[in-house]
């Protein structure tokens, strides 16, 4: 089994806030992965993105990739998911190009559709996104994320759904622990989880904490420190409990001081990093 931890995007210590300035300090603070956030915009070149795998490479830091988050595969507006696509496969792009893992994507919002109505639609655009993944060539996989929001696309279930009715080695899930907490509004079962994931050779996945609102008594999709909501100790255990292969990208506000929290828990439980 291997355990890859890191942050999304440059870590705050970071005194160089570059890409390259992000991997030089997790490879000082013993981390082994970083999530190149192109949230905004992709704001790394071809060539740019060569260099940093090259560097991600000789330091043994492996890569995943967020794309854009203007992103709606699902809108009515078939503008707005033509250049939802041509933002997913511009990451597509980069991370082959830095020979990254996955491009994790927050795919859509279901809108007016009813729920099979959005599946039947995500099957289509799916496969249209995989055409264009193999135009470009490669490995990266499209990684699509369990969301927060039950008016976002999807859960965990449905995108299991989408991967096994997909059926392709392009496509896979970023499961994040603290969407699934939300969707659970404080609970998950971490077991259970796994269990669904256990045909999968490697999980990509984020961890934090969320918020707490007392007026509305509910969780929100508000990222925190890691502290107990969730808490990350009995996922640990069952991660080794099982052996699995997985990377776990921070996404607390602050990154890489739960990467190395999370990392600290791990060593305490008996793995060896």
């Not at 291997?2 to 000082?28: D, H, N, Q």
């Not at 279930?157 to 899930?173: A, G």
């Not at 509910?218 to 890691?226: G, L, N, Q, S, W």
Request: glycine residues 6%; negative net charge; charged residues 30%.
């Amino acid at each position: 089994m291997r355990v890859f931890l890191g942050p999304a995007g440059i870590p705050v210590a970071a005194e160089e806030r570059t890409t390259t300035g992000g991997l030089l300090t997790l490879r000082r603070l013993g981390l082994d992965a970083m999530e190149v956030e192109f949230v905004r915009s992709v704001y790394l070149s071809r060539g740019a993105a060569e260099s940093v795998g090259e560097l991600a490479d000789q330091l043994g830091i492996q890569l995943t990739v967020h794309a854009p988050y203007f992103i709606n595969l699902l809108s009515e507006k078939r503008e707005t998911v033509e250049a939802s696509k041509r933002r997913i496969l511009e990451s597509l792009d980069r991370a082959e190009a830095m020979k990254a893992e996955a491009v994790v994507v927050h795919p859509a919002y279901y809108g007016k559709l009813d729920r099979e109505e959005a599946f039947e639609e995500m099957k289509t655009v799916t496969h249209e996104l995989l055409d264009g993944a193999e135009a470009i060539g490669g490995k990266a996989k499209l990684a699509y994320e369990t969301m927060a929001k039950e008016s976002q696309f999807a859960g965990l279930d449905e995108l299991l759904r989408l991967v096994e009715t997909v059926k392709s080695s392009r496509l896979t899930i970023c499961v994040d622990f603290a969407h699934l907490y939300v969707r659970g509004n404080g609970r998950i079962n971490y077991a259970e989880v796994l269990d669904k994931l256990r045909n999968f050779s490697h999980i990509y996945s984020h961890f934090s904490n969320m918020k707490y609102n007392p007026k509305t008594r509910r969780f929100t999709d508000i990222h925190e420190p890691i502290d107990d909501h969730p808490p990350f100790k009995p996922l640990a255990e069952e991660i080794l409990r099982r052996g699995i292969d997985i990377t776990i990208i921070s996404e607390s506000p602050i990154l890489e001081a739960d990467s190395l929290k999370m990392k600290e828990t791990l060593k305490e439980l008996g793995y060896k990093l």
